[in-house]
């Protein structure tokens, strides 16, 4: 049963470096989303895919890149770390259509410090 | 504009106590979808509930249950003799409809159970 999991659980940048944090779903979703959690936040939308191939901005995407090559896989990259992009970040998958498939899931997520 | 409020930001009880947990939600939707997510101190979201415009139904589930009311644009939730492992950040968020199964979040209770 591992559902959605989240690679690496907790990382340490220095400003201005880069890295890719990868989402992988067993579940067959065909939607796959990236969030950040701030404290008193809530968790807000980076990116998002409806499908393998299609990638799309959520409501904070600057400073952030995403792919989705394979269905399962999701990636959100950070080409140039900032402190602002400090942060919990989460990835989530969803079926497409109505209830009761309109559930997003949750992976672990990864705890994100920029030096 | 489409929002989720709790205002609540943190609630202390004691074991055995009754607590509800507030949510009121803004959109001009008239199909829309409605969440609670549970996050313990381990970190993953775990979905508690959904429930769609259309069922005003309250929903009991053991010790937990919601309640919908769209005169008031709210759906709060109830724990009924909390316990120590009810201790955790909750969070209601709201879907509109189409899209992405796109879910806009609120800012999130923390809930402390004290034994």
């Known amino acids: 049963n591992a559902g959605v999991t989240q690679t690496p659980k907790f990382r340490v940048l220095k400003t201005g470096q880069s890295m890719t944090l990868l989402c992988a779903q067993d579940m067959n979703h065909e939607y796959m989303y990236w969030y950040r959690q701030d404290p008193g936040m809530g968790l807000r939308l980076i990116h998002y895919s409806v499908g393998e191939g299609t990638t799309a901005k959520g409501e904070v995407p600057d400073g952030y890149n995403v792919s989705r090559l394979k269905k399962q896989n999701f990636l959100l990259g950070l080409e140039s770390a900032a402190p602002s992009q400090t942060s919990v970040y989460f990835c989530?998958?969803?079926?497409?259509?109505?209830?009761?498939?309109?559930?997003?899931?949750f992976g672990a997520g990864t705890r994100l410090s920029v030096l | 504009a489409q929002k989720v409020t709790q205002a609540q930001t943190e609630i202390s009880v004691v074991e055995k106590e009754d607590v509800t947990l507030d949510c009121v939600y803004e959109?001009?939707?008239?199909?829309?979808?409605l969440f609670w997510y549970k996050q313990p101190p381990s970190g993953e979201l775990v979905f508690l509930i959904r429930r769609n415009s259309f069922d005003e139904q309250n929903e009991i589930s053991g010790r937990y249950s919601w309640n919908f009311q769209k005169s008031t644009s709210s759906f709060n939730f109830t724990i009924t003799a909390s316990q120590v492992v009810d201790s955790a950040v909750y969070f209601c968020a709201l879907s509109p409809s189409g899209g992405y199964n796109k879910l806009i979040f609120g800012a999130g209770t923390r809930l402390a159970v004290h034994p």
């Open positions: 959109t001009r939707d008239t199909t829309y979808y």
């Open positions: 989530a998958s969803s079926y497409y259509g109505l209830p009761p498939k309109n559930i997003q899931y």
